[in-house]
């Protein structure tokens, strides 16, 4: 047998319509956007999901072309089932949220796995979505892992194309968050001195643009291209593009050089939604150049991409419109249900009627939270996000994707939407510092009669605690809970039945113009 004998055939890397699609991450801010793309290209698209409760809640998972494996793409079994069969495999995986250096050893390790599992399933492209910054030795180490991510998936020998971006701009976004916070709480601000660091920021759709393009281009295989808007601004005018877009007044900004990459990361945590352990890895990528090389995206799939004042424009249209696809927090992990049985466990439990529909409750139910508030002693709540953003905990400013809609693996304020069962029951767990684990269940019923028009309205809080400190902790929120959550029920209450009486006069008048219109009137 000759060496040519030994030489395995090179695959053909152009992936054809109808292929399947091997798509990490699809429950993050990206993903779940991608998705419905590759769909609308018409490919099939194969999910690997720690959840695939969370990803059912989805608008596109119930498409006929979607196939789910749920497991951790830490097991290399797990992922030689998701990756059989597959002609090509995003990696969109990124454990920055992960404490100390541990996202760096743990994406490291999944990366290895990934490439080495896809060329022993013949997957015949990798696409990885990576950060801009020039190769140098003082690269964050949030960059610099993003690096070895690179390596470690083509290490395997299949062809794989990295797209490295550096803000990423769009609704739900964390760039987006940052800058929005930042410019609307602080008129002027004392910064470090990376707000004078250049960087090309890109849209979202842009980015998906070039996701799927490069899926769809065979000369992106095996390359590593930049991409990134048209214009190459500092942080500091960015900001002001910012303000201006949101009808703010010019922003002062005063960069300073005290101020460490530690420091920056709490000052970024309490201004601003994004919780320490995200924070800081973005705080130290903030002090590296993150600028195109060249042109070789755009050489090869052409697009015009938008301007940062277009991008922010586009976010902003979306937030108010309350169309917002995905968001950062949507990458949160699935808090497990609490073991309730066995130990201690506190529960608090309040009920009202109401004189409204099922339905209209439950609406009321489900708009809680963010901008809409808890409809009672709003003061105390905030108070409570205030704590806990100031020991590290996520606090009210992560908001919620939708006003006025919840799905299964949402953040709300505090809270991870860990059940949805409408129109009857909805199960938060919060995310807040606690030394225990707290659940806040609220459910409507209906009513005793069975009548129509009527319901009951329940929240029930349960706790349980860790330790000593953990029952002290309990005790001391006790008295406050009539205040909260009976005056929250009291505010859904008023809210279904506001909504009942004004469908109720709007059908009386459309009766009465019906009667009059019989007349001939």
Not at 24 to 36: D, F, H, N, Q, W
Not at 322 to 335: I, L, N, Q, Y
Not at 389 to 395: D, E, K, S, V, Y
């Amino acid at each position: 047998m000759t060496a040519a004998d030994d030489e395995t055939p090179t695959p053909s890397i152009e992936i054809p319509k109808g292929a399947t699609i091997l798509l990490t991450g699809s429950t993050g801010y990206i993903g779940g956007r991608l998705a419905p793309r590759l769909l609308e290209q018409g490919y099939r698209v194969r999910c690997l999901v720690r959840s695939d409760a969370k990803l059912l809640s989805r608008p596109w998972a119930s498409d006929e072309r979607v196939e789910i494996v749920e497991g951790d793409a830490r097991d290399r079994e797990c992922l030689a089932t998701a990756m059989r069969g597959a002609a090509a495999a995003y990696f969109l995986i990124h454990s920055m949220d992960s404490v100390g250096r541990e996202y760096r050893e743990r994406d490291l390790e999944i990366a290895t796995s990934f490439g080495e599992i896809a060329a022993a399933c013949g997957v015949r492209r990798i696409i990885y979505l990576g950060g801009l910054g020039e190769d140098q030795a003082d690269l964050s180490e949030h960059l610099a892992s993003r690096r070895e991510v690179e390596r470690a998936l083509g290490s395997g020998g299949v062809p794989t194309t990295v797209l490295r971006a550096a803000m990423i701009i769009g609704s739900g976004s964390a760039s987006f968050e940052i800058l929005r916070y930042l410019v609307e709480r602080l008129p002027i601000m004392v910064t470090p001195r990376w707000v004078r660091t250049e960087s090309q920021p890109i849209s979202v759709r842009d980015v998906l643009f070039f996701l799927v393009a490069a899926l769809e281009t065979p000369a992106t295989a095996g390359r590593v291209l930049d991409i990134g808007g048209p214009e190459i601004r500092n942080y500091a005018d960015i900001m002001r593009t910012m303000a201006e877009a949101l009808g703010l007044r010019r922003r002062i900004v005063i960069p300073v050089p005290v101020l460490t990459p530690r420091l920056s990361s709490l000052w970024i945590h309490i201004v601003t939604p994004l919780g320490a352990s995200i924070a800081r890895p973005l705080a130290e990528g903030l002090r590296n150049r993150v600028v195109c090389r060249d042109d070789e995206a755009t050489r090869l799939m052409p697009r015009k991409c938008l301007t940062i004042r277009e991008a922010i424009d586009a976010a902003i249209a979306r937030v108010e419109s309350g169309v917002v696809e995905t968001a950062w927090s949507d990458a949160g992990t699935m808090p497990g249900d609490p073991h309730w049985a066995g130990g201690t466990v506190f529960t608090d439990r309040h009920e009202l009627p109401c004189n409204a529909t099922s339905p209209d409750a439950w609406r009321a139910a489900c708009s809680i939270g963010g901008a809409n508030g808890y409809y009672a002693a709003d003061w105390l709540w905030r108070l409570r996000g205030v704590m806990d953003r100031m020991i590290g905990g996520p606090g009210l400013r992560r908001g919620r994707r939708s006003a006025t809609d919840l799905r299964l693996g949402d953040a709300l304020d505090f809270w991870r939407v860990t059940a949805v069962e409408p129109p009857r029951r909805l199960e938060l767990t919060a995310e807040m510092l606690l030394p225990g684990v707290a659940t806040l269940t609220l459910e409507v019923e209906p009513g005793s009669d069975g009548g129509d028009g009527r319901c009951v309205v329940a929240s029930t809080a349960r706790f349980r605690p860790l330790g000593l400190m953990g029952i002290l902790y309990w005790y001391s929120v006790l008295p406050l809970h009539g205040i909260v959550f009976r005056g929250m029920l009291k505010g859904i209450v008023r809210r279904a039945e506001s909504r009942a009486a004004r469908r109720a006069t709007l059908e009386a008048v459309d009766h009465a113009t019906s009667a009059d219109g019989g007349h001939g009137r």
